[in-house]
């Protein structure tokens, strides 16, 4: 079991987590809206209260459930918590690609705790052990595809759908590739210790927030070089379903 209090290292990578089913029953609403498409929203900011926007305050038990969970999961009672909602056609493009949530270490923090849940075509992952090179630099190097490389003959393995799950950083995982017309729902709840101050995040218009205009994927991510020289050779193993 992670200890989600202690600062996470590269060396944490040595040994990757398989999703971690929640143990509580948690009751999850079907989104009312035929299409609903939210991407990291503020519902709590660190050391404050729950403010949920009427179009989502279906999900407001929910959320707490999962919340008081994580305290007692974890042993951490204050963080930020950012909803994610995919339900409709599936849009997103790199979520088919195996990657970690949280893995940045630009700032030294705690792991962050990822709940996920999905009705149909659950999330897919690996495991196994890494060996990270003493020259392997987070910040210059894409961990992503330094997992993938090293676990390319790993078999890949599934979550089961209508099952909450924690993912922790040290989980690599994702999508199935799907066709564009198939209807999916997943949420995401995120608890962080610092704040998501990326662009793309869906506004709370209860919570407002300055805007920060960062983008980390495009000034940061994409820049990263791959460690391994072959990654561009990687096997494409996806299912298409």
């Not at 948690?26 to 729950?50: A, C, D, H, Q, W």
């Not at 676990?151 to 999508?175: A, D, G, Q, V």
Request: proline share 8%.
């Amino acid at each position: 079991m992670r200890n989600f209090q202690k600062i996470k290292e590269v060396q944490d990578y040595s040994h990757l987590d398989a999703p971690e089913q929640v143990e509580e029953k948690i009751l999850t609403p079907v989104p009312k809206n035929e299409s609903i498409m939210i991407l990291r929203m503020l519902v709590r900011p660190k050391y404050g209260k729950f403010i949920i926007p009427e179009s989502i305050n279906y999900l407001g038990p929910l959320i707490k459930s999962l919340a008081n969970y994580d305290l007692k999961r974890t042993g951490i009672k204050d963080s930020w918590c950012y909803v994610t909602i995919r339900h409709g056609q599936i849009k997103s493009i790199t979520d088919d690609q195996f990657h970690f949530d949280g893995a940045s270490f630009r700032t030294d923090i705690i792991p962050e705790r990822n709940y996920i849940w999905v009705n149909r075509f659950p999330t897919e992952y690996k495991v196994g052990k890494l060996k990270i090179p003493d020259d392997f630099n987070p910040i210059r190097h894409n961990l992503f595809t330094f997992a993938e490389f090293q676990l390319k003959n790993n078999p890949i393995l599934r979550c089961e759908p209508l099952k909450w799950y924690l993912l922790s950083p040290f989980c690599l995982h994702r999508r199935p590739i799907l066709d564009k017309n198939i209807i999916r729902t997943f949420y995401r709840i995120c608890f962080s210790d610092i704040e998501g101050r990326d662009v793309n995040n869906t506004p709370n218009p209860l919570l407002p927030t300055p805007f920060y205009g960062r983008n980390p994927v495009l000034t940061f991510r994409d820049n990263l070089k791959h460690y391994y020289s072959l990654d561009k050779g990687l096997k494409d193993d996806r299912i298409k379903i």
